[in-house]
């Protein structure tokens, strides 16, 4: 069984968008590339035949890992949240004491992590590190680039 996945309304609904995709639209083309490629001829040497089957395993597999997902999501709303404490949903603002630099991130399941939007993984080392610290409190996390101090200035919706 799956774990329960925490996720924002809109996480969820890029989810479900993303799933019916597949199930529509998705194996649609792949099962007319796999057609296309029938077409031409003997199975056992083509290889347009054999990267399409390929393909359709990825999303096949893709389709199930979402179906799952959303299986065993929770929707959260951001307004019940509880801001005594670093929680899934919950904006940070920490101090890398490191190299004396602010950084702001919302901690997410990692369906929705998105480094770039400074949305990360509470799956990942860092939002390990900081669920259920309080503000003012500091942990030490081990990265790939190294030992982090890192102490939570502000908890935030």
Same mark, same amino acid.
């Given at each position: 069984?799956?774990?329960? =996945?925490? /996720? *924002? =309304?809109?996480?969820?609904?890029?989810?479900?968008? #993303? /799933?019916?995709?597949?199930? *529509?639209?998705?194996?649609?083309?792949?099962?007319? #590339?796999?057609? #296309?490629?029938?077409?031409?001829?003997? /199975?056992?040497?083509?290889? #347009?035949?054999?990267?399409a089957k390929e393909a359709q395993g990825h999303m096949e597999d893709r389709i199930t890992k979402l179906e799952d997902a959303l299986a065993n999501a929770r929707v959260l709303d951001k307004t019940e949240l509880d801001l005594s404490k670093v929680r899934v949903l919950t904006t940070v603002t920490i101090l890398n004491k490191n190299v004396g630099k602010e950084m702001k991130y919302t901690l997410v399941s990692a369906n929705e992590a998105d480094f770039a939007e400074g949305k990360i993984s509470v799956d990942s080392p860092i939002g390990k590190a900081l669920m259920g610290l309080e503000i003012g409190e500091t942990v030490e996390v081990e990265v790939p680039a190294g030992k982090l101090e890192l102490e939570v200035k502000n908890i935030e919706i």
């Open positions: 069984m799956s774990k329960v =996945q925490y /996720l *924002t =309304q809109e996480g969820y609904d890029k989810l479900d968008a #993303e /799933l019916k995709d597949l199930k *529509t639209r998705g194996r649609r083309d792949i099962a007319e #590339e796999i057609a #296309e490629a029938r077409a031409k001829g003997d /199975l056992s040497e083509n290889a #347009e035949y054999d990267a």
